[in-house]
């Protein structure tokens, strides 16, 4: 079976992730763990531990659990004061990391409880803060003040120094093919690739790689970014031409649609410019990759899922 490493975070790699595990693959999911927001933020400082919200994120979709088992897991408890807005998941992983002591022990246990195949691993066992320095160099702590800012980042970093996760490093290694995920490209994505020995293992691997680009900007991270604009962000930080495969969509948003995303979020399509794509020397794998759901744009799981595996089988 055929060996894929994709990094991201929690909702663009979650929805990767649905459509993948559908397929004959060894999926080797590689979290960032530096969120800082709602109640992985309480959770962090309460119990001094790495964020436990975009990987338990990520392990339920990986699950193959039933319906009323991921819908307990996101169970929140709104009226509570003492649990307020913790999420079963969440603190049902809080509670293997006290037990276990860290990831590497407590995700098996969690993995066997929502019935994953494959396996899901944090970036590091460390509990670092993402930081961000702006082109004005002023500093921006935290993933949730990086992602509010409005001003231009020109790097991005841990506030401290971070080991890798050793079993990431032999996933990378041992892969047919390394994937960066759609998702939060300066917050979800580059938390992956900002430490040097995942840089190297990635530059020494001979699997190709590939970036699924994301169908909209995000404001404040990717405002007027074209698909090579992501993908020259994620040379920056693993080296030259180190990407040489890109899926992004090739189809027009319905025109309503799109106004609403440009009007209510600031968000437009993201462009193939195939030409700069080419100077990347980038292949580009182009199809309709989005679905529509309660009038939000989603990635197509399947269809997408679909493309990664011709890829691996040398049909696209």
Avoid: W
């Avoid at 894929?4 to 595990?21: A, D, P």
């Avoid at 004959?24 to 962090?44: E, F, K, W």
């Avoid at 590939?210 to 991270?221: A, H, R, S």
């Amino acid at each position: 079976m055929k060996k894929i490493v994709i990094f991201g975070g929690g909702s663009g790699l979650s929805q990767m992730l649905k459509g993948l595990k559908l397929f004959p693959i060894d999926i080797t999911a590689v979290v960032s763990v530096s969120d800082n927001g709602g109640s992985t933020l309480r959770l962090r400082k309460d119990f001094k531990i790495p964020a436990v919200g975009d990987i338990s994120k990520v392990m339920l979709a990986m699950s193959n659990t039933d319906k009323d088992i991921v819908n307990l897991m996101n169970y929140r408890f709104t009226h509570s004061r003492a649990l307020g807005n913790h999420s079963i998941k969440n603190l049902l992983l809080t509670a293997l990391l006290e037990q276990k002591g860290n990831f590497t022990n407590a995700i098996p246990v969690f993995s066997k409880l929502l019935d994953i195949e494959g396996q899901v691993l944090p970036i590091t066992e460390d509990n670092a803060e993402l930081l961000a320095i702006t082109d004005d160099n002023k500093k921006v702590i935290g993933e949730s003040n990086i992602t509010k800012t409005k001003k231009k980042i020109k790097k991005v970093m841990y506030d401290r120094k971070v080991k890798a996760n050793p079993d990431v490093l032999t996933a990378i290694k041992e892969a047919d093919l390394i994937i960066f995920s759609a998702g939060s490209l300066l917050t979800s994505i580059l938390p992956n690739i900002i430490i040097n020995s995942v840089v190297e293992a990635i530059n020494k691997s001979k699997a190709p790689k590939l970036y699924i680009c994301n169908l909209v900007t995000q404001p404040g991270e990717t405002d007027n970014f074209k698909v090579s604009d992501h993908i020259k962000i994620l040379n920056e930080y693993l080296g030259k031409n180190a990407i040489n495969m890109v899926i992004a969509n090739d189809s027009p948003i319905p025109p309503d649609l799109a106004t609403k995303y440009a009007t209510e979020e600031q968000k437009d399509p993201v462009i193939i410019d195939e030409k700069e794509l080419k100077k990347l020397k980038v292949r580009v794998i182009k199809d309709k990759i989005y679905t529509i759901e309660d009038n939000y744009l989603r990635h197509d799981t399947l269809k997408t899922a679909y493309l990664v595996f011709s890829i691996l089988m040398g049909k696209e």
